[in-house]
């Protein structure tokens, strides 16, 4: 059966790497994520003065517990949401002074929440610029711990930041979280933590409608981790199966055992009218010529919105995607882009505030797709141009962000039919 190799995760990459850089040892992260967002992660470590050794299949870094090896750093964070949010918790742990700037894409993604909550901890952060954006500098003294009110509702990756923070405070942390997008990130989180020897406790929250995460003190334990394949990157492969007659991919790695919420994309695929077989350790997807219109809300799964965004025409009724208003404080507002994109293509679409509405239709051929920058309208309009002919991108090479070399394996999918 046609399997498609699929880069390694920059979710739980990213995520390895703050773990690892944050133990007590030496941890081999096995197949990890190259691709621009991963290897800033990595440099942005370097830079604050913790080893990492890279060679093509496995990544080694010695943890310290103790934070940043340097007193000063100067870390600029390219374009990584991860790198850019995760940072800056990881250098507040340590001792020293530590400035942050990233990309203007970056640099126009919210930080807020997560500064409000660390300076509810005490630290001492200052926005040299926006309020509540990069760059910003950290003087570091090590935190306490206690607990911490988080509003998560803009990205999941402010709980993330401040959950992976927990074991190197002094007394650990409580966070009560008012509102929560892309709960199943979080997972990941709490899943890769126990990897690491630390295990968070869920409440109810008594005050409200939120959930309270208790975190221990005590750091963690230096592991061999292996990455699993980015499942928000498969989408895309398995959805040229669903909009091709009698094509089969089959993504290695990702099963019923997977971490990553974004799997569950292949459930809307069977919704429309895909095969999809879920296995231990792989997950197929053949097309069977039937597509149909749907509504879905995609709160939880948001990074692949374009990727259903992207197919919605070719099915036989209108696509309705709901609950995706975080994606508009993505790489770009993904919702107007994916709008914008369909509307250029000659397709019927209606937005609102968290709603895309897409008609069927048949895509106007040699079209030029306006990626704004974001390697995920490039791989998702990819998908259209396997129905549509001569499709063109104003800046195809911004897939390096998370899949280098995507268009070659894009170019390299088996054939409808193949066995």
Not at 275 to 294: C, M, N, S
Not at 300 to 323: K, N
Request: proline content about 7%; glycine content about 10%; some cysteine.
């Amino acid at each position: 059966m046609p399997a498609v190799d699929i880069p390694g995760s920059k979710s739980i990459t990213a995520r390895a790497l703050f773990l690892a850089a944050a133990a007590d040892g030496v941890s081999t992260l096995v197949r990890p994520l190259r691709s621009d967002d991963t290897e800033g992660f990595a440099e942005g470590l370097a830079r604050l003065g913790y080893r990492v050794g890279r060679s093509p299949d496995a990544w080694q870094v010695d943890g310290r517990p103790q934070g940043p090896a340097l007193a000063e750093a100067d870390v600029y964070c390219r374009d990584g949401a991860t790198t850019a949010r995760f940072l800056p918790v990881l250098a507040a742990a340590g001792h020293g002074t530590y400035r942050f700037d990233a990309s203007p894409q970056m640099r126009r993604r919210p930080l807020g929440p997560l500064s409000r909550a660390l300076r509810d901890l005490g630290v001492e952060l200052r926005h040299e610029e926006a309020e509540g954006h990069h760059p910003l500098t950290v003087r570091a003294s090590g935190v306490e711990g206690g607990e911490v009110v988080l509003d998560a509702g803009q990205s999941s990756q402010y709980l993330t930041a401040l959950l992976l923070l927990g074991p190197l405070t002094r007394k650990g942390l409580r966070i009560r979280v008012t509102d929560l997008v892309s709960a199943p990130y979080v997972e990941i989180t709490l899943a890769m933590m126990r990897a690491f020897g630390v295990e968070v406790v869920r409440d109810r929250d008594g005050e409200g409608d939120g959930e309270v995460y208790c975190v221990p003190a005590g750091g963690y334990r230096a592991t061999a981790y292996a990455v699993e394949p980015d499942a928000s990157t498969a989408s895309y492969f398995f959805a040229a199966a669903a909009v091709t007659p009698g094509r089969e991919v089959t993504v290695p790695g990702l099963g019923t055992g997977a971490l990553q919420g974004d799997l569950r994309f292949v459930e809307v695929l069977r919704r429309m009218g895909a095969e999809v077989e879920i296995a231990a350790d792989r997950t197929t997807v053949r097309g069977t010529g039937v597509l149909r219109g749907l509504t879905v809300n995609m709160r939880d799964i948001s990074d692949t919105m374009p990727t259903l965004a992207a197919i919605a025409p070719f099915a036989s009724g209108p696509v309705r995607i709901e609950d995706v208003a975080n994606t508009r404080v993505k790489e770009c507002d993904r919702l107007e882009a994916c709008a914008d994109n369909l509307r250029r293509l000659g397709v019927a679409v209606a937005t609102g505030p968290d709603w895309i509405e897409i008609s069927p239709g048949t895509p106007a051929p040699h079209t030029e797709i306006k990626t704004c920058g974001d390697h995920r309208i490039v791989m998702s309009f990819a998908v259209t141009g396997l129905r549509t002919p001569g499709l063109a991108y104003d800046d195809p090479g911004c897939v390096r962000k998370t899949f280098p070399g995507f268009h070659e394996a894009f170019a390299n999918l088996p054939e409808a039919g193949a066995r």
